[in-house]
């Protein structure tokens, strides 16, 4: 996916009535961390998520679960809501990074949230993202 060119997310707008979880993840461990940093210091009118220093899965960068898969996308990627907590990765994601690889898993909207959330969790815990947070909190 292209930061000028976010087409290939356009067949998620009509997804509607259903929930999701998403893992973004890159295909390399290059400075990433450095960049996310650097970002968060120039551009402190941003809420970014949180680092979690994670150092088993270098190529995850977030996992999380929505039902409105196409904005929340679109914020991790263009940044376009400043105040909610995304990775706006338009500041700091480079070229030289590599791609990024968005898997989306999508469930009937009648599963039990308590269950998503499980659902969720396990997959936090198995590729400890390098951002954001785990579980409903």
């Not at 909610?84 to 909207?109: A, L, P, R, V």
Request: charged fraction near 30%; aromatic fraction near 14%.
């Amino acid at each position: 996916i292209s930061f000028d060119d976010t087409s290939k997310l356009d067949y998620l707008k009509d997804k509607k009535g259903f929930k999701y979880i998403y893992i973004i993840s890159a295909n390399t461990p290059c400075d990433i961390r450095k960049a996310f940093d650097d970002a968060k210091k120039n551009n402190s009118d941003r809420k970014y998520a949180k680092d979690n220093d994670s150092k088993l899965a270098p190529y995850t960068l977030y996992v999380g679960s929505s039902q409105n898969i196409y904005a929340r996308l679109n914020n991790h990627i263009l940044g376009n809501y400043k105040k909610t907590y995304s990775m706006h990765m338009n500041t700091w994601f480079k070229e030289e990074f590599g791609s990024i690889y968005i898997q989306c898993i999508e469930f009937d909207k009648n599963i039990n949230n308590d269950i998503l959330q499980l659902i969720e969790d396990t997959y936090w815990e198995q590729l400890q993202p390098m951002f954001g947070k785990q579980g409903k909190q």
